[in-house]
T-cell receptor, first 109, second 117 residues
């Protein structure tokens, strides 16, 4: 069974203090690793899709990287508006997408 | 370009009742997946519909059923509601790549908040 573990569960940063979120996974035949951002009470907002080890993608202050066992979401000089829960998910060989429980990020001005 | 839409936004039901939730996929998408998200948890996969058929199913009882229409929109039905069914129900749409035999990135709707009393 596919599994996704995210750490830390919660992270509190000062504005401008860079950090990284971790997503460890086990999957039978990775068909894609996804990062989403979710604000309270709303649907997840798509950020990145990564398909193979070594791949990296960037968007504004966010950068996602992928290895054979984990993915990192690096946040550079975060702002208060980056506060949200960040979800990691994997798609395995049977098309089913498995999510982690997320990292709740709070950025303090 | 309209994104994924869901209705209703909120719903309150009592135990034992039945509920129907609706989803319209993003323009150009033909595959719809449904998820249940309890408070503080990640979304849990319920099932996926493509070409009006259920293609994949997660670990949910038969009380959860669905349908996809020719215009790719979808419904999620839950019978005999339990208190534990209270959650945010999310619909996600994607496009099936016939050549690769897989769907691409999923885009989520705003969700329907179901409360069972």
């Amino acid at each position: 069974e596919d599994q996704v573990t995210q750490s830390p569960e919660a992270l509190r940063l000062q504005e401008g203090e860079s950090s990284s979120l971790n997503c460890s996974y086990t999957v039978s035949g990775l068909r894609g690793l996804f990062w989403y951002r979710q604000d309270p009470g709303k649907g997840p907002e798509f950020l990145f899709t990564l398909y193979s080890a070594g791949e990296e993608k960037e968007k504004e202050r966010l950068k996602a990287t992928l290895t054979k066992k984990e993915s990192f979401l690096h946040i550079t000089a975060p702002k208060p508006e980056d506060s949200a829960t960040y979800l990691c998910a994997v798609r395995g060989g049977y098309q089913k997408v498995t999510f982690g429980t997320g990292t709740k990020l709070q950025v303090i001005p | 370009d309209a994104g994924v839409t869901q209705s209703p936004t909120h719903l309150i039901k009592t135990r034992g009742q039945q509920v129907t939730l609706r989803c319209s996929p993003k323009s150009g998408h033909d595959t719809v997946s449904w998820y249940q998200q309890a408070l503080g948890q990640g979304p849990q996969f319920i099932f996926q519909y493509y070409e009006e058929e259920e293609r994949q199913r997660g670990n949910f009882p038969d009380r959860f059923s669905g349908h996809q229409f020719p215009n790719y929109s979808s419904e999620l039905n839950v019978n005999a509601l339990l208190l534990g069914d209270s959650a945010l129900y999310l619909c996600a749409s994607s496009s099936m790549d016939q050549g690769l035999g897989r769907t691409d990135t999923q885009y989520f709707g705003p969700g329907t908040r179901l409360t069972v009393l």
